[in-house]
């Protein structure tokens, strides 16, 4: 509410309601002297309430732009992570999928020529469609 | 004496505004949001080189998603460790 009044402003009410009040106080022939220093000292009061929320609105400002950075280091740290992340993680897919390609390729160059196997498909060329279907139906979800 | 010295502390300590700190969620890397691909099915009167074919491209998509789930948990570890930094 008061963010945009300077703090000097408080602290110059506040000395000047506690001047008018030593004043009230000192100088006896004074008008309204008794209205004046109740008026200084509520004047004094409001001022030192809206000094207080000032440094008080200061040091929450100054820890929320602290921890604003902070989470903005953090989010930066954030993306170096997931940097490296997809790194291991491709680097390991890739890896994987040259050795599925190698399996697959040492089935046609070595076991499809290797003579026990030849024998099986001799003797058996198809797998039966029960077992297929057994394999198939735990591939499903 | 001590009655003024407590107004004034009453007083000084004001009333405050909540400035919020804003901390967006964590961006997931784009590659762990693909989707594990489904197994191959063996085709009908396949002979046992096919069907070894077909078993070894089903082991490798199960390890490649595996790397996935693996690389969501490193994410998920690494990510939780930020979070603590800013408590």
């Known amino acids: 509410m008061f963010e945009f ?18 004043v009230t106080k000192t100088v006896k022939v004074l008008p309204y002297a008794q209205l004046l220093q109740w008026l200084s000292i509520l004047v004094a009061a409001l001022s030192l309430y809206l000094l207080g929320a000032k440094w008080r609105d200061q040091v929450w400002h100054d820890r929320a732009q602290a921890l ?3 989470v903005v280091e ?11 992340i997809v790194e291991r993680v491709v680097t390991k897919r890739d890896t994987i999928r040259e050795r599925g390609k190698d399996i697959i390729q040492y089935v046609d160059r070595v076991v499809v020529k ?3 196997v030849v024998k099986y498909i001799e003797h058996c060329p198809k797998v039966p469609n029960e077992i297929l279907n057994t394999i198939n139906k735990a591939a499903t979800p | 004496m001590k009655a003024i010295l407590v107004i004034i502390s009453l007083l000084l300590a004001g009333c405050s505004t909540v400035v919020p700190v804003t901390q967006k969620f964590p ?3 784009q590659l762990l949001l693909e989707q594990c691909k489904p197994l191959k099915q063996a085709p009908q009167d396949s002979s046992i080189i096919d069907l070894t074919k077909v078993v070894v491209d089903n082991y490798t998509q199960y390890y490649e998603c595996s790397n996935l789930v693996q690389g969501w948990q490193e994410w998920y570890k690494v990510q939780q460790n930020i979070y603590k930094e800013l408590k």
Not at chain 1, 74 to 84: D, F, G, I
Request: charged residues 20%; glycine residues 0%; negative net charge.
């Open chain 1, 5 to 22: 009044v300077p703090q000097w402003l408080f602290s110059a009410t506040f000395f000047i309601a506690l001047v008018l009040y030593l």
């Open chain 1, 68 to 70: 604003q950075q902070k």
């Open chain 1, 74 to 84: 953090l989010e930066a740290k954030s993306n170096e992570e997931n940097v490296k």
């Open chain 1, 114 to 116: 290797d003579n026990e």
């Open chain 2, 27 to 29: 961006q997931v890397p």
